[in-house]
């Protein structure tokens, strides 16, 4: 067990059954604040999988289900959620000011994290759904929507994080996918950068995956890169 402050990432748990979710996370949290429990977890194991990856560690617990609806249906599936006390949890920015107010103002104990344009968007495929312009226009403008509408946590990509501060400023938590350490494989991510890079140019919490589930030794993948993180 680790001396050191557990590091600012979180270890996404995308994990086929609850049994290799739980020995995740148990393996990665004397290292890591958060663990992240994704849609198909969340859907396929049921509210449950929360506590399981808990554990007694204490760990934070990022609940990552992308609300976006009606402001009164996402105001009820928070209010539903927050019963299992995640420290994060994300909304769609592009569902509206209205529909994140009302994540923020059902959930209050939580911190709505907005996703601003997914990375999976193209310029070609944002403008197919009415999106015109440069991508990352769309993510500074859908930022400061959410952050107006009460959004403490913003997710973006790493290329996107340094612009995304200057537009909220300080004291927005900037949570970042894409990242990867120096010699990792970068798999279906397009754009990524390593864990220190992320961090400085603003970043808050670095959401990890394959490179720490994947590896052979989990935890020890973990404590690699959280003292990787702290030299
Ligand atoms: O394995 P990897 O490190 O690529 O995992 C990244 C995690 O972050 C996955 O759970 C993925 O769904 C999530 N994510 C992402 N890109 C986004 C938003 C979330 O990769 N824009």
Redesign the pocket.
């Known amino acids: 067990m680790t001396t050191r402050p557990r590091a600012p990432i979180a270890v996404?748990l995308?994990a086929p059954d609850v049994e290799t979710a739980a020995q995740w996370a148990q393996a990665v949290t004397p290292y890591v604040a958060v663990v992240?429990v994704?849609l198909e977890l969340f859907c396929r194991t049921g509210p449950s999988i929360v506590e399981t990856v808990r554990g007694g560690s204490g760990v934070d617990l990022f609940l990552?289900l992308k609300l976006h609806d009606i402001p009164n249906t996402v105001a009820g599936a928070a209010r539903g959620v927050a019963r299992l006390k995640p420290r994060y949890l994300t909304v769609h920015a592009s569902g509206g000011a209205d529909m994140v107010k009302a994540a923020v103002e059902s959930a209050p104990d939580v911190t709505i994290a907005a996703?601003t344009v997914?990375?999976s968007m193209s310029a070609d495929a944002l403008a197919a759904v009415g999106i015109q312009g440069l991508p990352l226009d769309a993510v500074r403008r859908l930022a400061a929507l959410a952050v107006g509408a009460g959004a403490g946590a913003l997710?973006c990509?790493p290329q996107e994080v340094a612009a995304v501060r200057s537009e909220v400023g300080a004291g927005i938590i900037l949570i970042t996918?894409?990242?990867r350490p120096v010699g990792a494989d970068v798999?279906d991510?397009a754009r990524v950068a390593t864990p220190a890079q992320a961090l400085a140019d603003g970043a808050d919490l670095l959401?990890?995956?394959?490179?720490i589930t994947g590896a052979r030794d989990p935890g020890a993948a973990a404590a690699e890169i959280a003292a990787s993180l702290s030299r």
């Open positions: 996404a995308d992240k994704g990552d996703v997914l990375t997710v990509s996918p894409g990242v798999q991510q959401v990890i995956g394959r490179p």
